[in-house]
């Protein structure tokens, strides 16, 4: 079974990677492994995939940054010339950035089998982009991997097939269960001249909260009172510097301790050893939950919500003059670690178990009768 995994974002390396581990050494199977290039900068891609431990991408496409439909679009053409050559039995699609959508199309439109790791998370605001990746991504799949069960519902209602359905846990915590006891060792918390417990930690990337002047402004003036009790730790994402210039707001920072990007391994440390952390991120939401470390999601819904009802995250999107009362009060919490359900580090053993038991069947059943899709035909009449 030959199978080509599509990434492309930051948020994707550390889901991919235990999947690909898992399926390594099994005979039947042949993994290719496609970066799309969306993420580019050393700090949010290479990084990564050195502290992963993952190989080196076979192919990459180098789409870069640009608008989403640039983005999309500069994907897909890239994609579809490569899956035509080496036509693989499924494409594993990862999370909900613009890669994951683009593979998903593509796959779909040359009758390419595609698995979506990571399916059935619904915020159910489509002003999100990742909103609209993650509605359409599961329409065109064969196989969902699901990690909470408000997943399994939402792809019920909106018809996908109960057999294509895997609950099978969360791979973001396959490799938080790897990585803990390395990151444990890090001395990033002296480094940064903070103490363990006693730094709030943010970060800040979705366009609702950076591309907004006012909103970023008000944000900062919040974290820049915060720091009158604790330091605050602020990972700034390439798009929040570049506003944060655009802006003028860069005098805001000047109470904070400013991180680049940060790499995997010392972003684990630093999670689990804050008082709070302060984030816009999906990820961090499930991180924070299982560490049990308190979250304030800045967003008016998640698409995780077995974080809120189960962990330890809590959603912010009032009046920024109450935030910092709010972490205030929900530092002196103390940790709370919580499993959701298969919450338990073996989350890509199981994508394994079913990759081999029934992807395996689905693809010989579906090459039989997989018609050959020619290029001149998808560009023709
Ligand atoms: C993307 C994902 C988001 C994910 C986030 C994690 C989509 C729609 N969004 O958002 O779901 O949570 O990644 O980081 O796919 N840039 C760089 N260097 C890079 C990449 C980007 O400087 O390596 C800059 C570019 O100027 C770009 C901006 O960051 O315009 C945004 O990058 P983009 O990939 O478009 O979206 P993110 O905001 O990173």
Redo the contacts with the bound molecule.
């Keep these: 079974m030959k199978i080509v995994h599509v990434v492309g ?3 994707n390396f550390m889901k991919i990677a235990p999947v690909m581990r898992m399926l390594e050494g099994m005979d039947s199977v042949e993994q290719v492994l496609i970066h799309t290039g ?4 050393r700090t ?2 290479d990084d990564f995939f050195q502290d992963l431990e993952m190989p080196q991408p076979d192919i990459n496409l180098g789409v870069g ?1 640009g608008s ?1 439909a640039e ?1 999309t679009g500069r994907t897909m053409v890239a994609l579809e010339q490569i899956l035509q050559e080496r036509r693989p039995d499924w494409v594993f699609t990862v999370g ?4 994951t959508l683009a593979a998903a199309l593509v796959s779909a439109k040359l009758c390419i089998s595609v698995a979506h790791v990571e399916a059935g998370l619904r915020s159910h605001d489509r002003s999100m ?2 909103e609209i ?1 993650r509605v359409v991504t599961d329409q065109l799949c064969g196989a969902h991997f699901t990690t909470e069960p408000s997943a399994n519902e939402n792809l019920r209602s909106e018809g996908v097939h109960e057999s294509s359905i895997h609950f099978v846990g969360n791979v973001m915590i396959d490799s938080l269960d790897r990585y803990r006891s390395q990151a444990a060792n890090l001395d990033v918390t002296d480094a940064l001249g903070v103490d363990p417990g006693d730094y709030l930690l943010v970060t800040l ?1 979705r366009p609702r909260n950076v591309d907004s002047p006012e909103r970023l402004a008000a944000i900062l003036s919040a974290l820049g009172e915060l720091t009158s009790y604790h330091p605050v730790v602020f990972s700034v ?3 929040t510097a ?1 506003n944060l210039k655009d802006f003028g707001l860069e005098e805001a920072l000047a109470p904070l301790i400013v991180l680049g990007p940060t790499r995997y391994l010392e972003f684990l440390a630093l999670m689990d050893r804050a008082g709070i952390v302060i984030s816009d ?2 990820g961090i939401q499930e991180e924070t939950t299982v560490l049990g470390v308190p979250c304030v999601t800045l967003r008016p819904n998640t698409e995780r919500p077995i974080t809120v009802t189960e962990g330890t995250n809590q959603l912010f999107y009032g009046d920024f003059l109450e935030l910092p009362a709010l972490a205030l009060e929900r530092m002196t919490e103390g940790r709370k670690p919580h499993r959701p359900q298969l919450w338990d580090g073996r989350a890509a053993e199981r994508i394994a178990q079913i990759t081999l038991e029934s992807l395996a069947q689905a693809c010989s059943a579906v090459g039989a009768a997989r018609p050959k899709v020619e290029t001149e035909a998808l560009i023709g009449d």
């Design positions: 974002a930051r948020p969306q993420h580019y900068d949010l891609s940054s989403h983005q909900d950035v613009n890669s982009p990742e990746n990337h994402h390439p798009r570049r991120s999906g």
